[in-house]
């Protein structure tokens, strides 16, 4: 366990690795304590880059709030929920109502608690590899492997916590638009055991770009068609992929269906406070008349969060930010095939918009064990970095993801391009040597 005097650590990027020492920002660019600056290339909190000055002045505003609790009625959290609802999720005539939560792992936690109590089930499904969280029943979906909350070493494998909930996964839709990989679920081949334990299963959860596993509008439909007619909810985690990530305000608008729930988390407050929120459904409101939904927590819906929400919504609506990763969309699929097409040590590359996978050649991540000392991809991280661009792994040995703020341009990309394509040229020296 690594710790920085009295304060333990943990990271995105697995093995013993010291992470870089960031000691400001600004824009796209982190500032380094030895004085570098490099390209922040993958933080899906940042949409609108560092210390934007809107979103600094909404949060000074609001650090003179009174000390409020959830129960409290505050004026601007009904604000804040209009504004979401009426700029992100505008024209979507379905959605009835929001909660704001502290983050994205508590409000998938909440939405699932939600479902079982509607159904009256337990069991949940989600899909391979996904990732949702690190609490409650966000945790028990969280079915990657590396992130179950548990110890992990190389001697002794993973120490995982216990499982509390059963949890079906429905196969993913790994095709991939720069590598070529066919998509395992086009053939329809896992409908029948999806349609049995989505009979079973108070909710499907499912989010669209962790594990490198970017949905298509079919995989959604065909999904959300089966919960329904068995009678399970449909919650969409666009956690990542919302306010504009992949371009449009959220990935379930690009397929014909609606979903009962949608989490959000991480980007909503660009940064400014901690924030996650459950959006639910008119039809699903209606189910709760006469309820109440028994929980509560002392800081959800703090003003701070509120505001920078508040003036996160603005701010991408104002200058089309949440419209960005649509344009840039081919720039980085033609930028990432060139470099994958000069390194063998890339396996698989495919991505959305402003979120993009490198699968490296490596040990299969179904294999994952523990922490090695350092990893494949936090070697190629390191050796990018030299070349001014920070990249993170997503934990796992070989995978590398690539999702700047929305705010980058077309230099700045190709600066990103650049660093990762001097990375891989050690995870190619690599390659070759144990392909020899
Ligand atoms: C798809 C998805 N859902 C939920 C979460 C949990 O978000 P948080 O870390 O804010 O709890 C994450 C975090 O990476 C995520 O990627």
């Given at each position: 366990m690594t710790h920085s005097g009295h304060l333990l650590s943990t990271s995105l990027t697995s093995g013993d690795s010291s992470s870089p020492r960031i000691v400001g920002g600004h824009g796209v660019w982190f500032e380094l304590a030895d004085g570098r600056e490099v390209i922040d290339a993958s933080n899906t909190a940042a949409p609108l880059g560092h210390c934007h000055p809107e979103v600094i002045e909404a949060v000074r505003g609001a650090a003179s709030a009174p000390v409020l609790n959830e129960g409290w009625t505050w004026a601007e959290r009904e604000q804040?929920?209009?504004?979401?609802?009426?700029?992100?999720?505008?024209?979507?005539?379905?959605?009835?109502?929001?909660?704001?939560?502290?983050?994205?792992?508590?409000?998938?936690?909440?939405?699932?608690?939600?479902?079982?109590?509607?159904?009256?089930?337990?069991?949940?499904?989600?899909?391979?590899?996904?990732?949702?969280?690190?609490?409650?029943?966000?945790?028990?979906?969280?079915?990657?492997?590396?992130?179950?909350?548990?110890?992990?070493?190389?001697?002794?494998?993973?120490?995982?916590?216990?499982?509390?909930?059963?949890?079906?996964?429905?196969?993913?839709?790994?095709?991939?638009?720069?590598?070529?990989?066919?998509?395992?679920?086009?053939?329809?081949?896992?409908?029948?055991?999806?349609?049995?334990?989505?009979?079973?299963?108070?909710?499907?959860?499912?989010?669209?770009?962790?594990?490198?596993?970017?949905?298509?509008?079919?995989?959604q439909d065909q999904v959300a068609g089966l919960a329904r007619e068995s009678g399970a909810l449909w919650i969409a985690d666009e956690t990542v992929t919302g306010f504009g990530r992949?371009?449009?305000?959220?990935?379930?608008?690009?397929?014909?269906?609606?979903?009962?729930?949608?989490?959000?988390?991480?980007?909503?407050?660009?940064?400014?406070?901690?924030?996650?929120?459950?959006?639910?459904?008119?039809?699903?409101?209606?189910?709760?008349?006469?309820?109440?939904?028994?929980?509560?927590?002392?800081?959800?819906?703090?003003?701070?969060?509120?505001?920078?929400?508040?003036?996160?919504?603005?701010?991408?609506?104002?200058?089309?930010?949440?419209?960005?990763?649509?344009?840039?969309?081919?720039?980085?699929?033609?930028?990432?095939?060139?470099?994958?097409?000069?390194?063998?040590?890339?396996?698989?590359?495919d991505g959305r918009g402003l979120h993009w996978t490198v699968e490296l050649h490596g040990p299969d991540w179904r294999d994952w064990r523990g922490q090695e000392s350092l990893p494949l991809a936090s070697r190629v991280v390191g050796r990018a970095m030299e070349a001014g661009a920070l990249i993170a792994t997503s934990g796992e040995q070989t995978s590398l993801f690539i999702a700047p703020p929305l705010i980058v341009t077309e230099a700045e990309i190709d600066a990103i391009l650049i660093a990762l394509d001097h990375g891989l040229d050690l995870a190619d020296e690599e390659y070759a040597a144990h392909a020899g």
């Open positions: 804040a929920a209009d504004d979401l609802i009426g700029t992100a999720f505008a024209g979507e005539d379905w959605v009835g109502a929001v909660r704001f939560f502290i983050s994205a792992s508590e409000a998938n936690d909440a939405a699932l608690a939600l479902c079982q109590a509607l159904t009256g089930r337990a069991p949940l499904t989600t899909r391979e590899r996904a990732y949702h969280g690190g609490a409650g029943l966000a945790r028990e979906l969280t079915v990657q492997p590396q992130w179950h909350g548990g110890l992990s070493s190389q001697a002794k494998g993973v120490l995982a916590a216990p499982r509390l909930a059963t949890v079906h996964e429905l196969p993913a839709p790994r095709g991939a638009r720069v590598t070529g990989q066919p998509d395992p679920t086009a053939d329809g081949g896992w409908i029948d055991q999806a349609r049995a334990d989505l009979a079973q299963s108070a909710a499907v959860l499912i989010d669209y770009s962790q594990g490198g596993t970017y949905h298509t509008p079919a995989y992949v371009g449009g305000w959220f990935q379930f608008q690009y397929g014909q269906s609606r979903p009962d729930l949608v989490t959000l988390g991480k980007c909503m407050s660009a940064g400014g406070a901690a924030a996650g929120a459950v959006v639910m459904s008119r039809e699903l409101l209606d189910r709760l008349d006469g309820t109440s939904w028994q929980s509560y927590s002392t800081y959800r819906s703090h003003p701070v969060a509120m505001a920078a929400i508040r003036a996160h919504l603005r701010i991408s609506a104002r200058d089309g930010i949440y419209q960005r990763a649509a344009a840039l969309d081919g720039y980085l699929l033609d930028g990432l095939s060139k470099v994958a097409a000069r390194h063998p040590s890339v396996a698989r590359v």
